[in-house]
């Protein structure tokens, strides 16, 4: 269970009278079953998540139809199977939430199975049924019955199941803010402006509802070597809910996950560190603080050291919000099997006289048993194509962990070897059958992505200030991406580096996920510093809360700390808002770079500001000191206070997101017609999946084709094989998997490609028959702002659409 037997009480838990503990953990009475009263109570703190989650798409224009299947979906599509199976792997039980959280993710990693067997066999109209794969077999055979009703969970205390849901419903307040009141479902005007990888997503999962495995939609019948789970879950939504892609892109899915994520983030945190309180912090950690920064506006193309976690995972990578929950699920149980194992490779639950740890506390919670492996593998062959960059960190983060342990005690750690064993098993498989080796462009260059900072090709430095900025732009990448993981350090310390392998385990992935960003160069090396920031929450929650169990707050101490962070939140979020501008350019010059062209300009107001801030610790620090001279309940205490404004400081990126989305366009946000859309969709409405599709869109224009005749450069049209869920047979290429790798911007088959063109502008019947012969095309579809079509085509081809700006033409 967990709560403990510690002297000093966990985060925020109440003790008695006496002294004794009420716990974040409780036993039901004497093992008894919770009265009605008693069940609806401890059920109200996910329904009201679930509620006011439900409010918000409401008033998002979500249809109530939309709402009801998807959460008939997610309950009989991925929980009911999921939590069944979780149940069957697992030893004993721990409580409710646990098993619901984990069977979730198992449920979606059975869903990327009964995918493959449904699309392989052509089953997809059954595929609603497919749950009862699970559910009979539990039923009928009497040794898996016990699994729909187990007894002896630990029921959390509700001080816990607030807190989880508070952080659910406050990331689902910012993702109505800054996504889902700003984004119509469908393009609904012409001067709609959509991100521009939304339709190139939506494609894929289009795309996934009739192949297996999955081509790449604009080229048909080129293979997709990608990491393309992420769309089969989509699909399945589609197939099983039977809600339109629209919908669960722009609506469902992302808060769905977000929510599943953080559930599971608090559940894990309490498990590995066995404080209950852990679970909240790390789940406000990884999803409610966002990267520190001084700069507003801060649009894409001020992300300094790549792809921030929140704003990026809410709407733009899709990939990244499902992998992260399969990655967080991975960690729990490859950290629940190393767990209570020290130095010495010490069973659960023990201890060495005078070494400090936290194996007492972990081991009241029943470990996973053998059945840990058998999840391990589960989560890991989901998470190889969820996101390509979650396995590398943690295998890395498994090395590190054997090394140490190797090193401490001259033993071989054959658990960890074990678990290395299953995990790079499914990379083999993703590297080797599902990328088949592509690169997709990443290439090793040591600070490739960051030594622009500090570039100097004029050699006007001299060798100490080259010194002096090479180190800032560290620093600044550290504070930037990092920040949040500054709990861990108190946890390093107190141990003197004699970490359990638990611990081990979590910094070495907290190590990896940067250090990759500072090797491989390329914009996507940021998503390893998102993996990695998986395990360092985890670790940073664990060593606050023991500088909060040993700052023993009373209640009072508690409530001032609170409304204290989020005071300081709020001053930090409007003095960003209203004096970013003014803050950059006194910084600026106080560096000596007024003009701001220096190649370290960026970095200067987030690093001015962490040493503005510094300053003011600096000095609240003697004065605390000094009060505590006065005040004896002061002292001792302004480490905890400290610690947390330093792990709030990136909190207004948030609160600042919102504000922008309503002010500012994102960067990438490029024009998306609904005339446009709206041919799309007609086509899919009047053709069989199989129907392949012509068109001259191969672009996508900043100003909507403003000017006529304009050069296609940069092959980033999508919207047709997104919105038609049809294949294309040359569409936008930039984002083929061969065009990635080799860095090239022209198509690989200019002889097909002027055959597409040759449909539209030179059309003969020779053509059009070889179209539809060789290549199964159906429709040619016609965007008259690129150019008008021939007028031979309407001979040829029979009109079935126009709209004024798009035309149809059906090849019969």
Same mark, same amino acid.
């Given at each position: 269970?967990?709560?403990?037997? @510690?002297?000093?009480?966990?985060?925020?838990?109440?003790?008695?009278?006496?002294?004794?503990?009420?716990?974040?953990?409780?036993?039901?009475?004497?093992?008894?079953?919770?009265?009605?009263?008693?069940?609806?109570?401890?059920?109200?703190?996910?329904?009201?998540?679930?509620?006011?989650?439900?409010?918000?798409?409401?008033? !998002?224009?979500?249809?109530?139809?939309?709402?009801?299947?998807?959460?008939?979906?997610?309950?009989? $599509?991925?929980?009911?199977?999921?939590?069944?199976?979780?149940?069957?792997?697992?030893?004993?039980?721990?409580?409710?939430?646990?098993?619901?959280?984990?069977?979730?993710?198992?449920?979606? #990693?059975?869903?990327?199975?009964?995918?493959?067997?449904?699309? $392989?066999?052509?089953?997809?109209?059954?595929?609603?049924?497919?749950?009862?794969?699970?559910?009979?077999?539990?039923?009928?055979?009497?040794?898996?019955?016990?699994?729909?009703?187990?007894?002896?969970?630990?029921?959390?205390?509700?001080?816990?199941?607030?807190?989880?849901?508070?952080?659910?419903?406050?990331?689902?307040?910012?993702?109505?803010?800054?996504?889902?009141?700003?984004?119509?479902?469908?393009?609904?005007?012409?001067?709609?402006?959509?991100?521009?990888?939304?339709?190139?997503?939506?494609?894929?999962?289009?795309?996934?509802?009739?192949?297996?495995?999955?081509?790449?939609?604009?080229?048909?019948?080129?293979?997709?070597?990608?990491?393309?789970?992420?769309?089969?879950?989509? !699909?399945?939504?589609?197939?099983?809910? /039977?809600?339109?892609?629209?919908?669960?892109?722009?609506?469902?899915?992302?808060?769905?996950?977000?929510?599943?994520?953080?559930?599971?983030?608090?559940?894990?945190?309490?498990?590995?560190?066995?404080?209950?309180?852990?679970?909240?912090?790390?789940?406000?950690?990884?999803?409610?603080?966002?990267?520190?920064?001084?700069?507003?506006?801060?649009?894409?193309? /001020?992300?300094?050291? $790549?792809?921030?976690?929140?704003?990026?995972?809410?709407?733009? @990578?899709?990939?990244?919000?499902?992998?992260?929950?399969?990655?967080?699920a991975l960690i729990g149980v490859v950290g629940d099997a190393l767990r209570g194992r020290g130095a010495g490779e010490r069973g659960e639950g023990e201890r060495a006289a005078g070494e400090p740890g936290d194996e007492g506390r972990a081991g009241r919670i029943p470990a996973f048993g053998r059945g840990a492996f058998v999840l391990t593998a589960l989560f890991a062959v989901a998470s190889s194509a969820a996101k390509a960059s979650s396995?590398? #960190?943690?295998? !890395?983060?498994?090395?590190?962990?054997?090394?140490?342990?190797?090193?401490?005690?001259?033993?071989?750690?054959?658990?960890?070897?074990?678990?290395? &064993?299953?995990?790079?098993?499914?990379?083999?498989?993703?590297?080797? #059958?599902?990328?088949?080796?592509?690169?997709?462009?990443?290439?090793?260059?040591?600070?490739? =992505?960051?030594?622009?900072?500090?570039?100097?090709?004029?050699?006007?430095?001299?060798?100490?200030?080259?010194?002096?900025?090479?180190?800032?732009?560290?620093?600044?990448?550290?504070?930037?991406?990092?920040?949040?993981?500054?709990?861990?350090?108190?946890?390093?310390?107190?141990?003197?580096?004699?970490?359990?392998?638990?611990?081990?385990?979590?910094?070495?992935?907290?190590?990896?996920?940067?250090? #990759?960003?500072?090797?491989?160069?390329?914009?996507?090396?940021?998503?390893?510093?998102?993996?990695?920031?998986?395990?360092?929450?985890?670790?940073?929650?664990?060593?606050?809360?023991?500088?909060?169990?040993?700052?023993?707050?009373?209640?009072?101490?508690?409530?001032?700390?609170?409304?204290?962070?989020? !005071?300081?939140?709020?001053?930090?979020?409007?003095?960003?808002?209203?004096?970013?501008?003014?803050?950059?350019?006194?910084?600026?010059?106080?560096?000596?770079?007024?003009?701001?062209?220096?190649?370290?300009?960026?970095?200067?107001?987030?690093?001015?500001?962490? &040493?503005?801030?510094?300053?003011?610790?600096?000095?609240?620090?003697?004065?605390?000191?000094?009060?505590?001279?006065?005040?004896?309940?002061?002292?001792?205490?302004?480490?905890?206070?400290?610690?947390?404004?330093?792990?709030?400081?990136?909190?207004?990126?948030?609160?600042?997101?919102?504000?922008?989305?309503?002010?500012?366009?994102?960067? $990438?946000?490029?024009?998306?017609?609904?005339?446009?859309?709206?041919? &799309?969709?007609?086509?899919?409405?009047?053709?069989?999946?199989?129907?392949?599709?012509?068109?001259?869109?191969?672009?996508?224009?900043?100003?909507?084709?403003?000017?006529?005749?304009?050069?296609?450069?940069?092959?980033?049209?999508?919207?047709?094989?997104?919105?038609?869920?049809?294949?294309?047979?040359?569409?936008?290429?930039?984002? @083929?998997?061969?065009?990635?790798?080799?860095?090239?911007?022209?198509?690989?088959?200019?002889?097909?490609?002027?055959? =597409?063109?040759?449909?539209?502008?030179?059309?003969?019947?020779?053509?059009?028959?070889?179209?539809?012969?060789?290549?199964?095309?159906?429709?040619?579809?016609?965007?008259?702002?690129?150019?008008?079509?021939?007028?031979?085509?309407?001979?040829?081809?029979?009109?079935?659409?126009?709209?004024?700006?798009?035309?149809?033409?059906?090849?019969?």
């Amino acid at each position: 269970m967990g709560t403990t037997d @510690s002297t000093a009480p966990a985060l925020g838990t109440p003790t008695g009278s006496a002294g004794r503990r009420t716990g974040s953990s409780v036993p039901d009475a004497d093992g008894a079953p919770l009265g009605l009263r008693a069940r609806l109570t401890a059920f109200l703190p996910a329904a009201a998540a679930y509620l006011f989650l439900v409010v918000l798409l409401l008033a !998002a224009d979500t249809s109530v139809s939309d709402v009801a299947r998807y959460t008939f979906y997610v309950l009989w $599509g991925v929980m009911l199977p999921g939590t069944l199976v979780f149940r069957l792997l697992r030893r004993r039980p721990h409580t409710l939430v646990e098993d619901l959280a984990f069977g979730a993710v198992v449920g979606l #990693v059975l869903e990327l199975a009964a995918w493959a067997v449904l699309v $392989g066999l052509g089953l997809q109209s059954v595929a609603t049924a497919w749950p009862l794969a699970v559910v009979i077999p539990f039923a009928a055979v009497p040794r898996l019955r016990r699994h729909w009703r187990p007894r002896g969970y630990r029921r959390m205390s509700a001080g816990w199941s607030w807190s989880v849901a508070g952080t659910v419903a406050f990331t689902s307040a910012y993702m109505y803010g800054a996504v889902l009141s700003r984004n119509p479902i469908v393009p609904d005007s012409e001067t709609t402006r959509q991100y521009i990888d939304l339709p190139y997503l939506l494609s894929l999962a289009g795309n996934a509802k009739h192949n297996f495995p999955l081509t790449f939609p604009q080229a048909a019948g080129e293979p997709l070597h990608y990491h393309w789970f992420t769309f089969v879950h989509m !699909a399945m939504t589609d197939l099983v809910g /039977h809600i339109d892609l629209s919908v669960v892109q722009m609506r469902l899915m992302v808060p769905a996950l977000a929510a599943l994520a953080m559930v599971i983030t608090a559940v894990v945190a309490h498990r590995l560190t066995g404080r209950p309180w852990a679970g909240p912090v790390a789940a406000l950690l990884i999803f409610a603080v966002g990267e520190f920064n001084a700069i507003y506006p801060n649009n894409v193309g /001020h992300w300094t050291f $790549g792809a921030p976690a929140v704003p990026l995972m809410s709407w733009a @990578s899709l990939s990244l919000t499902y992998s992260q929950p399969l990655l967080m699920a991975l960690i729990g149980v490859v950290g629940d099997a190393l767990r209570g194992r020290g130095a010495g490779e010490r069973g659960e639950g023990e201890r060495a006289a005078g070494e400090p740890g936290d194996e007492g506390r972990a081991g009241r919670i029943p470990a996973f048993g053998r059945g840990a492996f058998v999840l391990t593998a589960l989560f890991a062959v989901a998470s190889s194509a969820a996101k390509a960059s979650s396995l590398p #960190v943690t295998l !890395a983060a498994l090395a590190f962990a054997g090394v140490m342990v190797l090193i401490g005690t001259r033993r071989i750690p054959w658990t960890i070897v074990g678990l290395g &064993a299953v995990v790079a098993g499914a990379q083999v498989f993703a590297t080797a #059958v599902l990328f088949r080796f592509e690169s997709y462009g990443l290439e090793v260059v040591p600070f490739g =992505n960051i030594e622009k900072y500090w570039a100097d090709p004029q050699q006007t430095r001299t060798a100490v200030t080259q010194s002096v900025v090479v180190a800032a732009t560290l620093v600044a990448f550290l504070l930037n991406h990092q920040l949040r993981m500054v709990g861990m350090i108190p946890l390093l310390w107190r141990r003197r580096l004699r970490l359990e392998q638990t611990q081990w385990f979590l910094l070495g992935g907290a190590l990896a996920g940067p250090a #990759v960003y500072l090797v491989v160069n390329g914009f996507n090396a940021s998503y390893f510093t998102l993996a990695g920031l998986s395990f360092g929450v985890l670790l940073s929650a664990w060593g606050y809360c023991e500088v909060f169990e040993r700052a023993a707050l009373p209640t009072r101490g508690k409530v001032a700390l609170a409304a204290g962070t989020v !005071a300081f939140v709020l001053l930090l979020t409007y003095g960003i808002y209203h004096y970013a501008v003014d803050w950059a350019t006194f910084a600026l010059k106080a560096v000596g770079d007024a003009k701001g062209t220096a190649s370290y300009t960026p970095l200067v107001p987030a690093l001015a500001a962490a &040493a503005a801030l510094a300053g003011v610790a600096a000095v609240c620090g003697v004065l605390w000191w000094a009060a505590g001279r006065a005040l004896p309940a002061l002292r001792g205490r302004g480490g905890v206070v400290l610690l947390t404004a330093a792990l709030a400081a990136g909190a207004p990126a948030l609160l600042l997101d919102v504000q922008q989305s309503r002010q500012v366009p994102w960067d $990438g946000a490029w024009p998306l017609p609904a005339s446009q859309v709206e041919a &799309a969709r007609w086509v899919r409405a009047h053709s069989d999946p199989t129907d392949v599709l012509v068109t001259n869109g191969h672009c996508r224009s900043e100003n909507d084709y403003a000017v006529p005749g304009a050069n296609c450069w940069n092959s980033l049209s999508f919207y047709l094989s997104g919105y038609s869920e049809r294949s294309v047979l040359v569409e936008g290429w930039a984002y @083929s998997p061969r065009l990635m790798s080799e860095k090239s911007g022209s198509f690989w088959d200019q002889p097909l490609l002027q055959l =597409n063109e040759d449909a539209v502008y030179r059309p003969t019947a020779g053509i059009l028959d070889q179209l539809r012969e060789r290549h199964h095309v159906r429709y040619v579809v016609v965007n008259r702002k690129v150019a008008p079509e021939s007028p031979d085509l309407k001979t040829l081809a029979k009109p079935v659409f126009d709209n004024g700006r798009m035309a149809v033409y059906e090849i019969s």
